[in-house]
């Protein structure tokens, strides 16, 4: 058998229809695949690679901090230097009360732990959520997931989950002084890019504080600087009592964390205590990937371009079979007439050398989160594949 049977025989299948491009070589804006075929990623591994593949100060922290240790000890028992680094650093970049970082594996463990450590501190048991919102896979992060349709299979999931519409008013009578915390994304990725109103972050801010509830805001996909500002709701003038992190904050290792204040998260040592335990979160190794990473985004200063870049995306789709264009920073859904139309465009970017795919619940819209290192030339060159994509699939 090659690889590509293998891959299907052996390694566990969550569709019938995977990708399975087999990839041997990443680097910056570039994949290459066994044959050799060049891909120019628009979509950097799901807001992942932020600074681009491979990028060589992330390559070098990791080989230096695997040379000194990787796997000491379960989390919060030893002093790492890869850990404390790390999250200094974070903390001189967030408002002052986000200044202390729980490390995990993953965005949904960044989801659970939040959770938890909300109703912990509230000493309430309801968590809010919204409609066509991701937060996870895990069975906490499915039960606020905004979906029926992905929950539905997985029942009974949480109790006393409310779920709100996003960027509805009337919906935030619905947080009272049993919610333990709302839980948003400052700007919804897999609904299709949903950007909103400043006046309802700050209804919902006001709402949280004034019924008690913990504000915890996912960022594991909008933040590092996807949005055009370091993190999402630095557009909006609020802050959060919790920010989740994930994705691009390993570099391209697993990371995730959540981010509280010094007090808020101290609920965690103590009845019970090692109020969130996890033995490899903020593995060293990863949090020195991270690090270098999150260095590299700030010393390129890739910030800089990311309004224009996703402004030229904006100019650069312009073709009858797109319905709109939904966009902050480099967070694009471009909008088609259905699934099947979007999917034929998509295969034949993917067969002219892009990959892009679809958001969960907006399967209409293409995706397109680049790294952010993305050029003009790249970006003109990726419009102008869409649109002959557009044309032939609505041609035929
Ligand atoms: C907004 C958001 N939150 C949470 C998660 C879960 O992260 P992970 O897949 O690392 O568990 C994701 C993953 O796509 C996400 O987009």
Redesign the pocket.
Known sequence: MNNRQLFLQHVAQTSDAPLALEIVKAEGMYMWDVNGKRYLDLIAG??VCNVGHCHPAVVKAIQEQAQQYMHLLVYGEFVQSPQVAFATLLTQHLPKQLDCVYFTN??????EGAMKLAKRFTGRSEIAAFNR??????QG?LSILGDEYWRNAYRPLLPGIQHLEYNNFESLELITDKTAAVIA?SVQ??GGVNVPQREWLHALRDKCTATGALLIL?????GFGRNGTLWAFEQFGIVPDVL?L??ALGGGM?L?AFISSHDIMWTLTNNPVLGHITTFGGHPVNCAAGRAGFQALLDQDLLKDVNAKGQLFVAQLKHPAIKSVRQLGLMIAVEFENFPLNKKIIDYCIDKGIVTDWFLFAAECMRIVPPLIITEEEIKWACSIICEAAEAATRA
């Open positions: 799901i807001s993953s965005g949904a463990e960044a989801v919102s991701y937060h996870g896979s895990t992060a994304e990725a897999e996912d960022e594991i996909q909008c989740l994930g994705k697993p995730g």
